[in-house]
């Protein structure tokens, strides 16, 4: 996706909130070098580091796995209200920043998921984002 191609958030209105100072993909990375790491080795590593220390295995680990996805889109939300400052009790506790990182813990978690139901979790994810793709846009992924 280029530049052209994605939302700036800094022309959307979004009340009071200001988004024209969000740091959105300007993630400090400190000595972890994930240039040269694929993103489905990654998700591999994840899921494995997670399955070795998993308390509740076999088909209710899998579910749990799943359940983890609502959790993660909670938090996602709490931020998006926090960001917004929706709730009076609490003002505006949260910066869109942290929504980003929420949506990437969606993310996350979703692939660590599918990877959890199917050992072919990046060919299950290719294939369907290419038949989304062709429904919405009417041509295959890049």
Known sequence: MSDSDTTDLGETD???TDLKDADFGETDLGDTDLGDTD???TIDAL???LDAD???GGREGLLLR???LSEEVGEAAQAVIGATGQNPRKGTSHTWDDVGSELCDVVITALVALRTLTPQAREVFAGHLAR???RS???TAP
């Open 14 to 16: 979004f009340g009071d």
């Open 39 to 41: 993103l489905w080795e």
């Open 47 to 49: 899921w494995a580091w």
């Open 54 to 56: 998993q308390p509740i």
């Open 66 to 68: 799943i359940l983890k």
């Open 132 to 134: 989304v793709a062709e």
């Open 137 to 139: 846009l009417g041509t």
